[in-house]
């Protein structure tokens, strides 16, 4: 069974973004910017992807913090592939959460791209191997 991680406090983008992976078979957990930081990145190696739904707002509410959630970000990506969703026009104070993201969306001029967006990154990590399910021609020797 997949998992998605999505992280946002705009309640009604994780809704929608619930609902569409829930329709794909996916399993899913909410929870909002704020417990994000309050969690150990280990927890999130479980996950088939995490959903970062970065809102208009965040920078307002998380200005002062954002080189420490820069490295929250990080260490969550090592675990997980991370995708960035940005509510609004992309901001270039994100640039370093897009380096450690698998890719991200901006959804600023037509929120109706959101079920396009989400298909995507199903059909992404659909097609997604992990490195362990690989095995080296050396290793049948």
Not at 18 to 29: E, L, P, Q
Not at 50 to 67: E, H, N, T, Y
Not at 72 to 96: A, H
Not at 98 to 107: H, P, V
Request: hydrophobic fraction near 40%; glycine fraction near 4%; charge should be negative.
């Amino acid at each position: 069974m997949n998992d998605v991680l999505i992280i946002s406090d705009n309640l009604e983008i994780a809704y929608k973004v619930d609902i569409r992976f829930s329709n794909a078979g996916w399993s899913n957990k909410n929870m909002s910017v704020m417990a994000m930081m309050a969690l150990n990145s280990g927890s999130t190696n479980h996950y088939q992807c995490i959903v970062l739904v970065v809102d208009i707002d965040l920078l307002k509410r998380f200005g002062s913090v954002i080189k420490e959630m820069s490295a929250m970000i990080r260490n969550i990506s090592k675990q997980s592939p991370l995708y960035l969703i940005f509510e609004g026009d992309y901001d270039p104070i994100f640039s370093v959460w897009t380096q450690y993201g698998r890719q991200f969306f901006t959804l600023s001029m037509d929120r109706t791209q959101l079920p396009k967006v989400i298909n995507k990154i199903i059909t992404l990590e659909s097609e997604y191997l992990p490195t362990t399910n690989y095995c080296s021609p050396m290793d049948a020797i």
